[in-house]
């Protein structure tokens, strides 16, 4: 079965340092990856996503992810925190075929402190 | 902004009720998924909605049930409502073949 495993449930960082937020996913194939953030109360947005090719992907708001197929991982960065940034954040898996459904870890709440 | 509306937005409801949850999907896409999300906890699929079809369902109890409209919009309904069912439903839309979707903001259900 599919799975995704975010170790860390609570990160803080200071504002400008850098982020980094782990994911490992199980998977039969090669999935597609997801993150999400999520703001308080609020619905998920689409940070980035990797179907195939580059494994390095660039996403909106200055993250980035990379796709390591021999850690079946897609860890999450940020070369500089903004206060903003501040909310939970989902990695989720889907199989490589239209149209099925998202697995989502259990998310990294991020703190950012001045 | 997804283009993907819920309603309402926030409710309250006794435990053994029935509720109806709605979506509008963004334009143009034709397929509906359903999550929950508990909190503290990532979102689990409830099930998925394509071309009026149900196409896909998570572990969740024939209790929850759904339907989606010729214009693609959707309705979640959760019967006999027990306590644990209280969390944020959230709903995607996304386009035939496309495993890319767009949530919306969600709907707060607390039972009591």
């Known amino acids: 079965a599919q799975s995704v495993t975010q170790p860390d449930i609570h990160i803080t960082v200071s504002e400008g340092a850098s982020l980094e937020l782990r994911c490992n996913y199980s998977?039969?194939?090669?999935?597609?990856l997801f993150w999400y953030v999520q703001s308080p109360g609020q619905g998920l947005q689409l940070l980035l996503k990797?179907?195939?090719?580059?494994?390095l992907v660039q996403g909106i708001k200055g993250f980035e992810a990379e796709f390591k197929r021999s850690q079946s991982s897609f860890n999450l960065r940020k070369p500089s925190v903004h206060w903003s940034d501040a909310a939970e954040y989902f990695c989720?898996?889907?199989?490589?075929?239209?149209?099925?459904?998202?697995?989502f870890g259990k998310g990294t709440r991020l703190s950012v402190i001045a | 902004e997804t283009g993907v509306t819920q309603s309402p937005t926030h409710l309250i409801k006794t435990r053994g009720q029935q509720v109806t949850l709605r979506c509008s999907s963004q334009?143009?896409?034709?397929?509906v998924s359903w999550y929950q999300q508990a909190l503290g906890q990532g979102p689990q699929f409830i099930f998925q909605?394509?071309?009026?079809?149900?196409?896909g369902r998570g572990n969740f109890p024939p209790r929850f049930s759904g339907l989606q409209f010729p214009n693609y919009s959707s309705e979640l309904n959760v019967n006999a409502l027990e306590l644990d069912d209280s969390a944020l439903y959230l709903c995607?839309?996304?386009?035939?073949?496309?495993?890319?979707?767009?949530f919306g903001q969600g709907t707060r259900l607390t039972v009591v």
């Open positions: 909605y394509y071309r009026e079809e149900e196409n």
């Open positions: 995607a839309s996304s386009l035939e073949g496309n495993t890319e979707a767009f």
């Open positions: 990797y179907f195939s090719g580059d494994t």
């Open positions: 998977y039969g194939a090669t999935p597609y």
């Open positions: 334009s143009g896409h034709n397929t």
């Open positions: 989720a898996v889907a199989g490589p075929s239209g149209n099925t459904p998202l697995v």
